[in-house]
């Protein structure tokens, strides 16, 4: 299969192509739609198109859109842009909301060009990762689930360490899972070696509490130390550029009118994303310190804004914290003391998680690249595995074909590597990790929202946590000005 960019995704005539931008063409004409607002009219007008006038469970503004979705795809079908629904409806449509559009410079444009040709390999190789999962034998998903967690519940208190004369707001592992870097009410952010717990460096720059604290993708890795390798956000209204060998930031962004509380990396490393009390969140070029968008819409305050791993899509939400998994999924916490799992694609709560006894502070899913940590590698060449019958190259199973094998067979080096490739694709975005205001981490699992471990943290309140890419640690930062490292027994 051809690489997907953004140049034949628009050329490529196949059908799919064309279902997605006729569907695209229809919920922008179903915008410009005047439909009445009263119920009583709009349970008449889908009376008189032969639609039922209520389904089970509906509300009034569901069944509004279900209004406009019906004359919608009658107006398709017919060929013609506009629908008369109904005459009377003038003087509704004027006290109607004007569509909203944000202003965007050529040069967004081309960033946004950018951007698509960036994600779109990305998420064909995603998808075409999630084709093969699917494929998977349902034992051996059961065999993949059962290790993964069994790994976690094995996480334990590791040890503490007093970070700061203020409280930890936030804590980030960095992506080598080598370096942890902790920002606090005090102004600072300061980076820690881990699991040692010993100081490396202070960044000082910020006037007021850091909020947000966010690594280059390829900080730790390929990057270089006199390069952009971390940003953070505070209560100064700054974004403060850090390299890793200076103790003050390389460049500092400034635009926000309230304080600062999160950012985020795009994951082409890029761009940066900052939320604020000032009700907007905005996109800044790390290269040349200058914003690119921003992005109004919110009422209130907005805390948090986050990047789906493939680049293309970008959530921010006011009064809670939220995380994107690899795929469609954001978990979000709240101080209604729960998690809501939210679908992109329709936009729904999927599922709700009585999660803490107080504000959900944090949620992370656990994310990585999907290749094998060394450690880890390592360990599995030394330890011997079975496996139900034998693996072929594809790393399915030969033996599925609904018959019991007699015996677990010893696999061979090169299908032990080949297993454990096939778990670490198959565990990003597997489990989730939350942070709460009674003082407690707790783990989940993202397939069925079930508890997975509690973990008692030395604080009252735990504002931040975090998961490490390797899988081997996870760390919390609490009020009482600690941070707390958990590390799994067996090393995964």
Known sequence: MPELTFDNLVDDGNYLNKVILDELERKKKARAMAVPTDDNRVKARLREIGEPITLFGERAADRRDRLIYVLSQINAARGEDTVDVDAKSESESEDEAEEFYSPGSLELLEVRRRLAEFSLPRAQK???????????????????????FADVKTLSNLGSQIGDERPISLVRFAPNSEILATGSWSGTVKLWNVPACTPIRTLRGHGDRVGGVAWHPQATLSQGIDSVNLVSGAGDACINVWSLNSETPIAVMKGHQDRICRVAFHPSGNYVASASFDT???????????ELLLQEGHSRE???????????????????????????????????????????????????????????????????????????????????????????????????????????????????????????????????????????VKLWSADDWQLLLTLQTDGSKVMSVDLSSDSRLLVSGTYNRNFQLFASTTGA
Not at 325 to 337: F, P
Request: a negative charge.
């Open 126 to 148: 995603r998808v075409t990762q999630q084709k093969l999962d699917c494929k998977l034998p349902l034992s051996r998903i059961i065999d993949i689930r059962k290790r993964v």
């Open 302 to 440: 907005v805390y948090t804004v986050e990047f789906q791993d493939d680049g293309a899509l970008a959530a921010s939400a006011y009064a809670v914290f939220c995380s994107l998994d690899l795929a469609y999924q954001i978990a979000t916490g709240a101080s209604d003391d729960t998690i809501r799992v939210w679908d992109m694609r329709s936009l729904k709560a999927l599922y709700t998680i009585p999660a803490h006894l107080s504000n959900v502070s944090d949620v992370r899913f656990f994310r990585s690249d999907g290749t094998v940590p060394a450690h880890i590698a390592q360990r599995q060449t030394n330890d011997p595995a079975q496996i139900d019958g034998t693996m072929d190259e594809s790393g399915q199973s030969d033996g599925d074909d609904g018959k019991e094998d007699s015996a677990p067979l010893l696999m061979t080096a090169e299908q032990k590597q080949e297993a454990l490739a096939q778990e670490w694709r198959y565990r990003p975005g597997l489990y989730l990790a939350s942070a709460g205001y009674d003082g407690v």
């Open 280 to 290: 907007t969140w905005r996109l800044w070029d790390i290269n040349t310190s200058k």
